[in-house]
């Protein structure tokens, strides 16, 4: 089984509609990351969370809001979608940081919005 | 905040031949550095990462990173390409001592022809 699921897998909606996307994870690690990738931007971050009540904006976050509903569970909001977020999107994790060495991200599969 | 530049959004190389890719990053601190791989319709995974013990650095599937100080960069190679090598690359730096959020490069995509 996968280690960081992220559901729905592929989603179409309208403008305006109200869009959640899950993610969970079985590893254990504390720190969650969501990422929307477009072609030619790379990756780029909207929102992260160090622990369950740590929550914290990234580069990108207007339009969006997160829930750490538990250490395995992060979700993204869209409150009202708009066709600029049509995009795939990524949840990621990775264990604190110890004894100075930095850990890698585990993503997701991935979620590919299309906002019409 | 930490940059990092990939040259060339699209590379292509004949299968067998070297592979290349280039990942340059701004910092003064050598940071941690990472390069990780996306295949078609799949999430990222690590590839390699640079933490300070070596500054040749041995991934999966053949590839390596060398990390050069003077020239802020952090290439990843392979010596033969192979088919199943086709995908999106991407380069990441986090800063030490930060929040370690790591920063992503825009990604190459790598293009093998038989």
């Known amino acids: 089984d996968a280690d960081v699921t992220q559901t729905p897998r592929n989603r179409i909606t309208k403008t305006g509609k109200r869009i959640m996307l899950e993610c969970s994870q079985t590893?254990?690690?504390?720190?969650m990351y969501w990422y929307r990738q477009d072609p030619g931007l790379g990756l780029r971050l909207i929102y992260y969370s160090f622990d369950v009540k740590d929550i914290n904006k990234g580069e990108i976050s207007d339009g969006y809001s997160v829930s750490r509903q538990a250490q395995a569970k992060f979700s993204l909001s869209l409150e009202s979608a708009i066709p600029n977020q049509t995009a795939l999107y990524f949840c990621a994790t990775s264990a604190q940081p110890s004894g100075g060495f930095e850990n890698e991200q585990f993503f997701g599969p991935g979620t590919r919005l299309t906002v019409l | 905040a930490q940059s990092v530049t990939q040259l060339g959004s699209h590379v292509s190389v004949s299968e067998g031949a070297l592979v290349l890719l280039r990942c340059n990053y701004s910092?003064?601190?050598?940071?941690?550095l990472f390069w990780y791989v996306q295949y078609p319709n799949q999430g990222l995974q690590l590839l390699l990462k640079y933490t300070s013990a070596a500054t040749l650095v041995k991934g999966i599937n053949g590839f390596e990173a060398e990390f050069k100080k003077s020239e802020t960069s952090f290439h990843l190679t392979k010596p033969s390409a192979h088919m199943s090598d086709a995908a999106e690359y991407f380069c990441a730096v986090s800063d030490r001592g930060g929040s370690y959020i790591p920063t992503f490069g825009r990604g190459t995509s790598l293009i093998v022809h038989p």
């Open positions: 910092s003064s601190v050598p940071p941690y």
């Open positions: 590893k254990g690690h504390d720190r």
